[in-house]
């Protein structure tokens, strides 16, 4: 295996740093009549919004809120019908993932000659390519995603029970505000569930055969250890503008292409997780922890040289034979995610051995029967994954 041919391309300008919504002035045209576009409150509960309108100026400008964790595609649908209606030129996303994620289709949408509903494939629409979308740049309040500086979105379409992507080049943000103090009224929850999806989104893309890439893996492998220094350090009360600042930018970093550029990368936990949420609305964090543990341990012949790799280089794990230090490397991570009361079992999470049929069944239904880096993985695997997570 050897590193694969890649074209690499992120033009989303970031804005790093204390009090950088000022500078939104500077990145939206004078003249745009700007959608702000956001979820349940916590950003007028917190003061975000009133410094984004002090910001837009003179600026014309309306909202839509209550963009809900996981958006549904049927509320989205209702800022596509403003924006037709009222005519918006920006939008401007205050919130986590759900919210840039909602605001992403939104752009799209808006700005689509046909039914929305086909800009998704997976069995729910016809996967049409998004060939525009609307201008929109994001102020992120939850690092986790990466959504903040990438082209990705997950959309839940509540008729179909179904939790699916999208992406496009048009779908980038053309700026993301990185303030690390808007993340200090996060909940520890939160906390916890933004360090896990940025660790989980790194191994998607690491814990595969070793391909020699020197910068790819020092990159992923130094973006973990921080993840792991930080944990202990990132409090709900604990207002350490240095750790918050590196755990913004280890999060952003996590998602935005440049760690996985010609890397064989996997994404099945992410499905099998996605499939969790649209049963039982679990948090996508959540989904994810249990998942991977099982994937390692299910799909260990695929995963040992790099879980070898990954116990030396981020656990520091020296000692045995490469069985046992990839072994311990699972039980590292298990431990990890139960020090910052993440679930590892899908018993945590609601799931019980009668609704493994379902989740199958919706892999199925999606199309996604041969998953992973590899195609490996077919519904027999994943059912298989899904049992070991179980307790
Ligand atoms: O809605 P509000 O009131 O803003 O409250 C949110 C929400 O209840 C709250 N919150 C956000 N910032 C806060 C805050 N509370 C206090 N202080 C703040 N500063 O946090 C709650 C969760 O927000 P949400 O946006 O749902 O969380 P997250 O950022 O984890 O996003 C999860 C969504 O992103 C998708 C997931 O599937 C899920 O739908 N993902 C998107 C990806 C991408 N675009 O690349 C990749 C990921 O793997 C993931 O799939
Ligand atoms: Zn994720």
Redesign the pocket.
């Known amino acids: 295996m050897t590193i694969n041919n890649f074209t690499f391309y992120n033009p989303t300008r970031i804005l790093f740093g204390k009090g950088q919504i000022e500078s939104i002035d500077r990145s939206i045209p004078k003249d745009a009549k700007v959608l702000i576009t956001y979820g349940g409150g916590s950003i007028k509960k917190f003061g975000t919004f009133d410094k984004i309108v002090t910001a837009l100026g003179e600026r014309q400008w309306d909202e839509f809120g209550g963009i809900e964790p996981n958006p549904y595609f049927e509320t989205l649908m209702k800022a596509v019908k403003k924006i037709k209606e009222e005519g918006f030129d920006f939008i401007l996303a205050a919130g986590g ?1 759900s919210v840039i994620d909602g605001t992403k289709f939104i752009a799209a949408a808006a700005a689509f000659e046909g039914d929305p509903i086909d800009i998704f494939s997976a069995g729910i629409g016809q996967g049409l390519p998004i060939k525009k979308a609307l201008p929109f740049g994001t102020i992120l309040t939850l690092p ?3 959504s903040e500086m990438n082209a990705g979105g ?1 959309i839940t379409i509540k008729e179909k029970n179904a939790k699916v992507s999208f992406g496009s080049v048009h779908t980038y943000p053309q700026f993301s505000v990185l303030d690390p103090e808007l993340t200090y009224t996060l909940p520890q929850r939160q906390l916890a569930n933004g360090i896990s ?2 660790f ?2 790194i191994l ?1 893309n690491y814990l595969n055969q070793p391909v020699g890439a020197i910068l790819q893996d020092g990159w992923s492998e130094t973006a973990l250890k921080g993840l792991i220094q930080l944990a202990p350090q990132l409090k709900e009360d604990n207002h350490d503008y240095d750790v918050r600042s590196n755990f913004m930018w280890i999060c952003t970093n996590g ?1 935005n292409g440049f760690m996985s550029q010609g890397l064989p990368t996997d994404w099945s936990t ?1 499905k099998l ?1 996605h499939e969790i949420t649209a049963f039982n609305h679990t948090d ?2 959540r989904t ?1 922890t249990p998942i991977i543990l099982a994937t390692m341990e299910v799909r260990w012949e695929e995963k040992f040289a790099k879980l070898v790799q990954y116990a030396e280089n981020v656990w520091n794990i020296h000692e045995g034979s490469d069985q046992e230090k990839a072994q311990a490397a699972i039980q590292a991570t298990r431990k990890f995610f139960q020090s910052i009361n993440m679930p590892v079992t899908l018993e945590e999470i609601d799931v019980e051995a009668k609704d493994i049929d379902y989740l199958v069944d919706q892999l199925i239904a999606h199309e996604f029967t041969e998953i992973g880096e590899h195609k490996t993985q077919t519904p027999e695997v994943s059912r298989a994954i899904y049992e070991k997570a179980l307790n």
Do not use: K, Q, Y
């Open positions: 993932g986790a995603t990466s997950v999806d940025t989980v989104h998607e998602l992410h997780g996508h964090a994810l």
